[in-house]
């Protein structure tokens, strides 16, 4: 399975959770775990997190971080389209669009190998939510995607403040 990170997932995890400069075992295991092959983040999507001048927009404009995390592949555009329109709305107007932000790139990306990719986000499904304030879990589901919660994900593939790198 490959863990495709939603931007929150790294903004929380560096605001509430694993500080880059309280918890670096974090950030290194995610750069490890990438290079590994087991996350990525799309383009679009890694551009929200290295556009700032803070320590996770730091980490992120670092060589060895893109190189393991950045996903090498281009968003499928026949794709992108279907999940708009099918997962938020065929007729959003354009503030509306404005407020999907990347997320429908992120799950194109998914959606392009459902059965081998799995979304990571902190959102929380609310399926009362329509058009463009659905949330990704709610958008994964109508597509038949996997995903999880940061937690999730990380108890899945077993960060610890005490893990080794073994590659």
Not at 3 to 17: E, F, G, P, S
Not at 120 to 125: F, G, I, K, L
């Amino acid at each position: 399975m490959l863990y495709l990170l939603d931007a929150n997932v790294l903004i929380d995890a560096n605001r509430k959770y694993y500080p880059i400069d309280r918890v670096p075992e974090f950030w290194e295991w995610l750069v490890h775990i990438g290079k590994i092959g087991k996350v990525k983040i799309p383009i679009e999507v890694y551009e929200e997190i290295r556009i700032g001048k803070d320590n996770l927009a730091i980490w992120a404009k670092q060589e060895e971080t893109e190189t393991a995390l950045l996903l090498n592949e281009e968003v499928d555009l026949a794709i992108t389209p279907r999940v708009i329109n099918e997962g938020y709305g065929d007729d959003l107007t354009d503030s509306e669009f404005e407020h999907l932000g990347r997320d429908p790139f992120l799950i194109a990306y998914a959606l392009k190998c459902s059965n081998e990719r799995c979304v990571v986000t902190t959102e929380v499904s609310k399926p009362k939510k329509q058009r463009a304030n659905r949330h990704v879990p709610n958008v994964c589901d109508t597509f038949g995607i996997s995903w999880c919660h940061t937690f999730e994900f990380v108890r899945t593939l077993g960060f610890s403040t005490n893990w080794k790198a073994t590659v």
